[in-house]
């Protein structure tokens, strides 16, 4: 995939607008975060705001790799591997409060059961997986796109999936069972909401521009 440049354009009367690449995932959350700006119900003068859709796991490692894009939704597990290019914006976090990946099978394996078992992940940088390690170090996993987790286990090909986004709302639809909400896992082992992912901007934007973008965003 090419890399995503920020270009302004020059406008009669001498105007400028620049454009500010944004990538967030496809999941319903993110359509409504996103949503003011994509339809140019929020607007910044001198700014304009192009938007691509992504899984979560590729807009990590791209924001890991290269950087492609000026603003980026990620999973809290890859900032440190990115915080030298990024920082995060003060909007547009998502934390857990006993809520958070689950982990699904076809059968009622126990939780003891369910850490020898073979297991569907969204991605290795995503905080699913940091999460599903602490709580099982070293399960075997397979990297399996985060809309296809759930057919993959339907279908017998896994154990078991890690799964993020609605199908945490829709799993049961398809009758298969709950194991561990690793979200109430984390909160009862630590007490503490679970940190999931959030917005990060690239810094040589500069202090001005971040600003503004953390403002629309906002």
Not at 15 to 43: C, P, Q, W
Not at 128 to 139: E, K, R, T
Not at 197 to 205: H, P, S
Request: charged share 20%; with cysteine.
């Amino acid at each position: 995939m090419s890399t995503a440049t920020t270009e302004s354009t020059s406008h009669p009367g001498g105007s400028t607008t620049r454009e500010i690449t944004i990538a967030h995932s496809s999941d319903s959350d993110d359509a409504f975060m996103f949503y003011g700006l994509a339809t140019n119900k929020v607007r910044v003068p001198g700014l304009r705001f192009a938007h691509t859709l992504c899984d979560i796991e590729t807009l990590n490692r791209m924001a890991m790799n290269d950087g492609a894009y000026d603003v980026s939704a990620i999973s809290f597990h890859a900032y440190p591997y990115i915080q030298e290019k990024y920082e995060l914006l003060s909007s547009g976090g998502s934390v857990g409060e006993g809520y958070g990946p689950m982990i699904v099978a076809n059968h009622p394996y126990s939780s003891s059961e369910i850490k020898r078992k073979r297991i569907a992940v969204p991605g290795k940088l995503t905080t699913a997986y940091l999460i599903l390690q602490l709580f099982a170090p070293g399960s075997e996993t397979e990297v399996v796109a985060f809309d296809r987790i759930i057919p993959e286990v339907l279908a017998g090909r896994h154990d078991a999936g890690l799964i993020i986004h609605e199908g945490q709302l829709t799993y049961s639809k398809s009758g298969l069972h709950r194991i561990v909400d690793l979200g109430k896992w984390w909160q009862k082992v630590t007490g503490l909401p679970l940190p999931l992912g959030g917005n990060a901007i690239r810094r040589n934007l500069g202090g001005a521009l971040v600003s503004s973008v953390s403002a629309a965003l906002r």
